[in-house]
């Protein structure tokens, strides 16, 4: 029994089923407490496991909270990493740590991330959030097990969306080849994912015959009775012969009746109002100090924004997005352009869109929305990236022109390889959508932030790398890539709602880097700047030049304002939105005309710095020429969780770490050059 002294072997507590039936119906308390204050999460799925969760932290898994690492514990590994809430509530209620404290949910540096980290907190036993992946690592801590000679059982949480993952199956046929009958599967069957409904977005069913063809014992359960639950798994830990599933029937969002069964509380927080009636429907509202907890949230959240007051480069004035009187800007989701061009280009016959069940916050769905005709030419394949990417493969091998999107990670890493062989290889027109790419994405955390994609798509023979850096560039890039480019494409943007710099007179040349100059600071930040092609541009004998691509185009615009304002610098911007083929001629222009060069990246240092330094590194023009070069970008660490801008902060690429880098560099061009560079070589000298 659950809840162990691991030195004694006396169990801590023990609950009855009334009573774990409390506890669930509290921690689900809990969990909308800490997704209000958290304002994104996962309402529906942390609701359905919630009674899971109870029995097996509560009550069936072994373990003991005095003594996390207890090397005879059950292991439960959460492949379901968007339901980190209940994790966290497990670990809280079992006594592992302060209930209180994960009302701190998704905030940054907390260890309540938006998808568990092993290392950030005890109890979490693997970092999860891609799909897929946890039956795997689960099987791999059963093989451990059994060599080890130890009898712990491992316990793996999934959902019935999740299913669609191949990497499942090959998990579930590794189990039975090596019987580990010391494994259990559990998968939350609450018949919902993102698009829709499980059996209209790629049906799975039947699970059963499925797991049971693959070696398995099966079992279906009311995942919401808990006599029946506590029952199974219970009986799970004596089980014996084969890996064992546990197929529980659920309802998404179960215990608020306006949550219940809707899709669309798949990633959904409750507001103040649907807190307070979800807590009365639960019955719960006055035993969950709600003010006491959003108190400590907003507390923990004042310390935060203090720290990265700190961590910001200070100027005399305020720069931040639309904080001054003048240069006022408008916001828009990147993501918008790219629906509003497959909108545009979608009755071109030849154009198909792949689902992979984050359709509509991509805008990807926007290519047949209110066209019921186009229909046939959606396909929605799961959450499948891996069979997805060579399935476009095949549909471009017969001619026509596949698109296919999901966060930038899963588009462009989890894939990497079918990418490689099925689509570079043999250059098919694939258009491939890392959406969501960068820190900004926030909260959801590292596991859901892409800082690598551009290393891998621009290290591809035959990829072209677009990073356009607003909604209409997005737009324009995405029209040119479907219907003009032949051969391979990525095309990466971001989540969050970004400064809108472009408009339909800037020019867009695929391979073609853009000037942007600040000419006169005004109401409109827009019009302040001119735009053109580089190939237009004649030198106005800048004092630097920063590289820019993405969304750092326009804290390249705002940081060319500081220096004009504070230093009276002129900077010369490059729009870099086309990283692949890159544009040689204007980096060698204007290293050559700048002498200063600073790249500016939402990503880890490298994909566009290292591609720039190449440049100026390998061209005879610039022999003998002295170019100081810096790069702002991702310092060589993983995401956290944290909201868009905080990480912009938190992760040193606003407009302001970029001005204050320039002020460096321009300063060694100007003043110091022979004096510092002579310091660096003798403390290397003393270092050596
Ligand atoms: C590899 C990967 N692809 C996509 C996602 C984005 N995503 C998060 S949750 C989810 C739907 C999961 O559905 P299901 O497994 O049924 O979970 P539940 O409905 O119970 O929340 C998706 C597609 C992801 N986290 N990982």
């Not at 969760?53 to 059950?74: E, K, M, S």
């Not at 600040?518 to 930040?525: E, I, Q």
């Amino acid at each position: 029994m659950a809840l162990k002294n691991s030195v004694t072997g006396e169990v801590r507590r023990s609950y009855n089923i009334t009573e774990l039936e409390d506890a669930a119906r509290l921690m689900r308390g809990y969990d909308l407490v800490a997704l209000n204050a958290a304002g994104s999460g996962h309402a529906g799925g942390t609701l359905s496991i919630m009674d899971i969760t109870a029995a097996l932290y509560l009550r069936v898994a072994n373990h003991d909270p005095q003594n996390p690492d207890w090397a005879d514990r059950d292991r439960v590994i959460w492949s379901t990493g968007h339901k980190a809430p209940s994790l966290y509530l497990g670990l809280a209620f079992a006594g592992f740590s302060p209930i209180e404290d994960v009302v701190l949910l998704r905030k940054l540096g907390s260890p309540y991330q938006g998808h568990p980290h092993w290392l950030k907190l005890e109890g979490v036993e693997a970092s999860t959030g891609s799909l897929g992946q946890g039956l795997s690592i689960a099987v791999g801590i059963a093989l451990a097990g059994r060599l080890n000679g130890k009898n712990y059982k491992t316990f793996c949480i999934m959902g019935d969306g999740e299913q669609q993952e191949g990497q499942v199956w090959e998990a579930a046929m590794a189990a039975s080849h090596h019987g580990l009958d010391n494994l259990v599967a559990i998968v939350d069957c609450n018949r919902l994912q993102i698009d829709g409904p499980v059996a209209e977005v790629m049906n799975v069913e039947p699970l059963e015959d499925k797991y049971r063809s693959f070696g398995w014992d099966v079992r279906r359960i009311d995942g919401h009775n808990m006599q029946q639950v506590v029952e199974a798994l219970e009986a799970a830990r004596d089980h014996q012969g084969k890996p064992l599933v546990l197929l529980a029937d659920t309802v998404k969002g179960k215990g608020v009746s306006f949550m219940e069964n809707v899709a669309g509380w798949h990633g959904k927080t409750p507001n103040a109002e649907e807190l307070k009636k979800g807590l009365e429907e639960l019955g719960v509202a006055h035993r969950i100090p709600v003010e006491v907890l959003l108190e400590k949230a907003r507390n923990y959240q004042g310390a935060i924004d203090r720290k990265l007051h700190h961590k910001m480069p200070e100027f005399n004035h305020d720069y931040w997005w639309n904080r001054a009187l003048n240069m006022k800007v408008k916001m828009e989701p990147t993501r918008k352009g790219f629906g509003q061009a497959l909108a545009e280009h979608g009755d071109d016959e030849r154009v198909v869109c792949l689902g992979l069940d984050i359709s509509g916050s991509i805008t990807i769905s926007d290519f047949y929305a209110g066209k019921p005709e186009r229909k046939n030419r959606w396909l929605s394949m799961g959450i499948a990236e891996q069979s997805a990417t060579s399935v476009a493969a095949g549909l471009a091998r017969e001619g026509k022109l596949p698109v296919f999107g999901t966060y930038a990670t899963f588009a462009a890493a989890r894939n990497l390889d079918q990418i490689r062989t099925s689509i570079c290889y043999g250059e098919f027109n694939v258009m491939i959508a890392g959406a969501h790419g960068g820190v900004s994405v926030g909260p959801d955390g590292a596991t859901h932030q892409a800082l690598e994609d551009l290393f891998a798509m621009c290290g591809l023979p035959n990829m072209s790398v677009v990073v356009p850096c607003d909604s209409v560039e997005t737009r324009k890039a995405t029209s040119h890539l479907l219907l003009q480019h032949k051969g391979p494409k990525y095309l990466r943007f971001a989540r969050e709602a970004t400064p809108v710099v472009t408009d339909d007179k800037t020019p867009f040349v695929f391979g073609r880097a853009n000037v942007i100059r600040l000419r006169k600071p005004g109401d409109s930040f827009l019009d302040a700047f001119e735009t053109m092609l580089e190939s237009k541009y004649e030198d106005e004998g800048e004092d630097l030049t920063i590289i820019a691509c993405g969304p750092m185009v326009p804290e390249a615009m705002r940081a060319a304002w500081i220096l004009k304002r504070e230093f009276g610098y002129e900077t010369r911007v490059l729009n870099m939105h086309t990283l692949k083929p890159i544009d040689e001629m204007a980096i060698i222009w204007a290293a050559k005309q700048t002498g200063v060069i600073l790249t500016a990246e939402e990503h880890q240092i490298g994909a566009l710095a290292w591609r720039v330094s190449n440049v100026i590194t390998s061209s005879p023009v610039l022999y003998g020429q002295p170019v100081i070069t810096g790069a702002i970008g991702v310092k060589d660490r993983f995401g956290d969780s944290g909201a868009p801008w905080e990480l912009i902060k938190e992760f040193e690429v606003s407009a302001e770490h970029i001005a204050h880098k320039a002020v460096e560099l321009v300063d060694l061009k100007k003043n110091h050059r022979v004096t510092v560079a002579e310091d660096l070589l003798t403390s290397s000298h003393r270092c050596s």
